[in-house]
């Protein structure tokens, strides 16, 4: 699987150490603001031991962000196709950070060095970022990124019950 590397970021496979802080930002309500709940200890393991399958298996996928200054994990970024219940198909750019992680370009910074890859290796035709209409950091990216917005693509994410976090907005990336 490759690693991806930008000027202060390391975007690689998980590790064991990883897991840790990873529990820790999936507990943070901040962090899972834009999501329905915080995940529970068992939740987080077993959605870092599934991102470590999907990179062995296909070489791409979500892969663990550290600092490359000070070998930190700081949360993840990657490339994975549209989830099933999406009434869109492609593959989805996404990122999260720790808190402490927030601020400091570095969620831009490894956003692009996936959607790069997803060019340049993968050869994708286009690129999709998706996020709550609420997440108006995240959508700060993918303006940064050059995504472009059409609401007519936005919609009501099945998965989610009833409220703010219902309604998605969608950007997209052309090479």
Known sequence: MPELRTDRL??????DSDLDPWAAMNADPEVREYFPEVLTREQSDTSAAFFRTELDQRGWGWWAVELTATGEFIGFAGLDPVDEEVPLTGVEAGWRLARPAWGHGYATEAARAVTAYGFDSLALPEILAITTTTNLRSQAVMRR???THDP???????????????RNVVYRLAP
């Open 145 to 147: 990124l050059g995504m």
């Open 152 to 166: 007519a693509d936005d919609f009501d994410d099945p998965t989610v019950p009833e409220g703010p976090l219902r």
């Open 10 to 15: 390391l975007l690689r496979g998980w590790r």
